[in-house]
């Protein structure tokens, strides 16, 4: 009866282990860590229409085209490379609004790109004004450029519904 049972444990495990070999396998990717965190996709240093946008409302209240406006940013993008766009417009229009006080946007561009770095708050500061002016000086620069950026995209809205209607026989 020994045997039996013997004989009986080793059929089982037999069919046991050949129904577990006729399983598909599932692969398992290799797991990796990560040395640096994935790096997000950039559109700084390449012109999109979204960007050259940007500049469209913004360089007509300059008084420059959008290529002039956009060549002056990368000249400012290559002395700075942390230099946002956001950035770039308001020392523009702040150097415009301020040129009265003697303030301009290269200034305000330096005050950037100083080490340490500066706010352009703390550069405007630095520059003469005070916290009350600075911030206000601010405040209308930030609507200015809202309102050239809302005035381009009703101008493109325009010009894009003339156009349907003039394709429309």
Not at 114 to 134: C, N, R, V, Y
Request: aromatic letters at 2%.
């Amino acid at each position: 009866m020994n045997k039996v049972l013997q004989i009986a444990s080793l059929l089982a495990l037999g069919i046991a282990v050949s129904a577990t070999a006729q399983r598909p396998v599932r692969a398992q990717a290799p797991r990796v860590k990560p040395s640096a965190p994935a790096a997000k996709p950039g559109t700084r240093g390449t012109e999109s229409a979204e960007q050259m946008k940007s500049f469209t409302g913004i360089s007509k209240k300059l008084g420059m085209t959008t290529t002039q406006l956009e060549a002056a940013y990368q000249t400012a993008l290559a002395a700075n490379p942390k230099l946002t766009r956001g950035q770039f417009i308001a020392a523009q229009v702040l150097g415009q609004n301020l040129s009265a006080k003697g303030v301009t946007a290269q200034a305000i561009l330096d005050g950037l790109s100083a080490k340490p770095p500066k706010s352009i708050g703390q550069t405007l500061h630095s520059l003469g004004l005070s916290d009350k002016e600075a911030d206000e000086a601010e405040r209308a620069a930030k609507k200015e450029a809202k309102e050239a950026e809302r005035d381009a995209d009703q101008a493109a809205k325009a010009a894009e519904k003339k156009q349907d209607q003039q394709a429309k026989p």
